[in-house]
């Protein structure tokens, strides 16, 4: 009996323990609530600093002591680095008190017993003050600003003309070391202000950049309009011979200046007036033979191949920017009816002045003749030997000198003033009526044989004159 009032007893403790624990419980939880109102939670790191059950002040005074070991990690090309630290500069540290306060409040403090098995990390906007001039005397000491460390940028650009590919190739930049000085303090400064653990020179664009970059459009298009110019080529027909201008030839004639490339006129001038001189026949001699079988070397006068130099130097530059192969002859100023040294050809008028005759060869062929009076050879006026041609040809022209007006029926000049035409004042051709009572310089000749001459000839129609 005794024993079951002891153990109704003990039945009607064991409510009451469980209340007394639930309260004591409850009690801990509103005061952890209340208490958590105005500090951090279990296991809460501000900016990587354990504030765990600190207040406001003690916040403050933690970070602070954190600002008192901040340094700040630089880091540049080239694996080189270095720091900042708090002590070298000094470093003041400015915390918002509102915003700890309002941190705090937003806590999930009904949920605080979380903080027991689980770690929290807030970030609070602390900013730094430091003095301008000590940092900048700071930055220039780092180590990207010794002469050791310091390369220059370089620029992309193109390289030397390279034979064994017959190409210029970009050589891209080179970015070098060497940080902008003004922007290496700036973005020092923010990290600083920030309070930032690291600081990336590369990420922040603080080095100086080459102004020319390979990926650059003016570049590319500088090295296909140079890689261009080295696939010319121009092959002339000059006067019968076969002459390359390849760049073989041309490679001294340009150079590249910045984006643009130059040619040099005055090295093509030089190698189109070699050309010229081996070539070209105007103003040259010639060794002619005549319908007898002898010869005479005669010059030519206002006659032969002759390039015009000027408009040649042009259209060379022109055709050594098209990347292309290109045939033809120089442009002429002055052409004649044949290539190589008899560029007379077959096809003339030949005056042998020492018989006074005149011979039409077509092809060769003699296919008219006929005596004729050529220029008094007694007062001065004798017909000069040479290689002519026809400048051009008219009826019924009217010729005049000092001393004389003639009408002619037929008038084909070829140097100058002189030209053949008909004499229908004389009676009489041939033999050496020229050396006392020759013509003014034209060769005269009777009024048939000059009809005959006039319809074969024509401008340009060779007439070669010799004694």
């Known amino acids: 009996m005794e024993t079951d009032v002891q153990n109704s007893k003990k039945r009607n403790k064991q409510p009451l323990i469980i209340i007394a624990l639930v309260s004591i419980l409850a009690l801990g939880y509103l005061l952890g609530a209340c208490f958590f109102q105005t500090h951090f939670g279990f296991r809460t790191f501000v900016n990587g600093v354990d504030c765990s059950l600190c207040d406001m002040n003690a916040v403050k005074e933690r970070l602070k002591e954190q600002a008192v070991n901040y340094r700040l990690q630089i880091i540049g090309r080239d694996g080189v680095s270095d720091e900042i630290s708090a002590a070298e500069l000094p470093l003041q540290i400015h915390l918002d008190d509102a915003a700890i306060s309002e941190t705090m409040i937003s806590q999930p403090i009904l949920l605080w017993p979380k903080g027991l098995f689980q770690r929290t990390d807030l970030e609070l906007g602390a900013t730094a003050s430091f003095d301008e001039t000590t940092l900048g005397e700071l930055i220039s000491g780092l180590t990207f600003f010794e002469k050791a460390n310091l390369k220059s940028p370089v620029d992309a650009c193109l390289s030397e003309y390279q034979e064994s590919t017959n190409s210029f190739e970009i050589i891209p930049e080179e970015q070098g070391t060497q940080p902008n000085y003004q922007k290496t303090l700036q973005a020092i400064s923010l990290a600083i202000g920030e309070m930032d653990s690291q600081l990336d020179l590369e990420s922040a664009a603080c080095y100086v950049a080459p102004k020319v970059l ?254």
């Open 214 to 467: 390979a990926s650059d459009q003016t570049m590319i298009n500088l090295a296909a309009k140079a890689n261009k110019i080295v696939s010319s080529k121009v092959v002339y027909d000059w006067n019968g011979e076969e002459i390359t201008v390849d760049v073989s030839t041309f490679r001294d004639w340009f150079e590249i200046r910045g984006f643009g490339i130059y040619f040099n006129d005055d090295l093509i001038s030089e190698y189109l007036a070699e050309c010229a001189y081996a070539h070209d026949t105007y103003g040259k001699s010639a060794v002619f033979t005549t319908v007898n079988g002898s010869t005479r070397e005669l010059k030519r006068s206002g006659f032969g191949w002759k390039c015009d130099r000027e408009a040649e130097l042009l259209q060379l530059k022109k055709d050594l920017q098209t990347g292309e192969e290109i045939h033809r002859t120089p442009i002429y100023a002055y052409e004649a009816p044949a290539t190589g040294e008899q560029d007379y050809g077959t096809s003339y008028v030949e005056v042998d002045l020492g018989l006074q005759h005149v011979y039409v060869l077509i092809e060769g062929e003699i296919v008219y003749e006929t005596d004729c009076v050529s220029g008094n050879m007694s007062n001065g006026s004798a017909t000069p030997p040479g290689i002519f041609d026809i400048t051009y040809k008219e009826k019924d022209a009217t010729l005049r000198g000092e001393t004389y007006t003639s009408h002619v029926h037929f008038w084909m000049p070829f140097n100058g003033d002189i030209g053949m035409h008909d004499a229908t004042w004389r009676s009489e051709f041939g033999g050496d009526i020229y050396l006392t009572s020759g013509s003014h310089g034209c060769v005269n000749l009777p009024y048939s044989a000059a009809k005959t001459i006039y319809d074969y000839v024509s401008k340009d129609f060779p007439v070669i004159c010799y004694y």
